[in-house]
T-cell receptor
Framework: DADVTQTPRNRITKTGKRIMLECSQTKGHDRMYWYRQDPGLGLRLIYYSFDVKDINKGEISDGYSVSRQAQAKFSLSLESAIPNQTALYFC????????????FGPGTRLTVT | AQSVSQHNHHVILSEAASLELGCNYSYGGTVNLFWYVQYPGQHLQLLLKYFSGDPLVKGIKGFEAEFIKSKFSFNLRKPSVQWSDTAEYFCAVNPRQAGTALIFGKGTTLSVSS
């Protein structure tokens, strides 16, 4: 869905490096989420934000941090990347007034060597 | 803790076969239910959703799902699959309380041979 964009789409980085993944949306939604997808494990929630001043940890927040710079922008940072953070990362958005259906971005494939 | 279970990790079917993918959740309250599909190399797209009313919901591309409250289940069905249905399918649940995000199952990979 072009309304939710993620940058970069692919990234290879080395262990110990700091990396930021960015998500932007033009849907006007108030809620934003970060998930990681690993084969056989489905999608696991890293962080979510229900508005600019509300940030919540998800199931697997250790090793990650987030920033909600504006309603439309939600960034995920890996302060010191490690190989087991190699995964596909998805950003999603939803509108609190519309039954929590989530809209996903195209994903960022991150490889940590 | 709340969880979503998808019983089949990988399903292999021939074209025109019928499909049923199981999904069960563990939450005693009111829920919103979703099935998402991820085609190879693409992001997740919504197939269908249930919020209230008729427990049999119809989605895109001929898919339907039935909510059975007593069984905490929301199984996905399609009478006749096509090769283009090859994808990964995710069941997701939103417990209807403030401040709760979607909880996803681990996914079922469907492979359809022509």
């Amino acid at each position: 869905d072009a309304d939710v964009t993620q940058t970069p789409r692919n990234r290879i980085t080395k262990t110990g490096k700091r990396i930021m993944l960015e998500c932007s949306q033009t849907k006007g939604h108030d809620r934003m989420y970060w998930y990681r997808q690993d084969p056989g494990l489905g999608l696991r929630l890293i962080y979510y934000s229900f508005d600019v001043k509300d940030i919540n940890k998800g199931e697997i927040s250790d090793g990650y941090s987030v920033s909600r710079q504006a309603q439309a922008k939600f960034s995920l940072s890996l302060e010191s990347a490690i190989p087991n953070q190699t995964a596909l990362y998805f950003c999603a958005t939803s509108d609190s007034g519309r039954d929590y259906e989530q809209y996903f971005g195209p994903g960022t494939r991150l490889t940590v060597t | 803790a709340q969880s979503v279970s998808q019983h089949n990790h990988h399903v292999i079917l021939s074209e025109a076969a019928s499909l049923e993918l199981g999904c069960n959740y563990s939450y005693g309250g009111t829920v919103n239910l979703f099935w998402y599909v991820q085609y190879p190399g693409q992001h997740l797209q919504l197939l269908l959703k249930y919020f209230s009313g008729d427990p049999l919901v119809k989605g895109i591309k001929g898919f339907e799902a039935e909510f059975i409250k007593s069984k905490f289940s929301f199984n996905l069905r399609k009478p006749s699959v096509q090769w283009s249905d090859t994808a990964e399918y995710f069941c997701a649940v939103n417990p209807r309380q403030a401040g709760t995000a979607l909880i996803f199952g681990k996914g079922t990979t469907l492979s359809v041979s022509s």
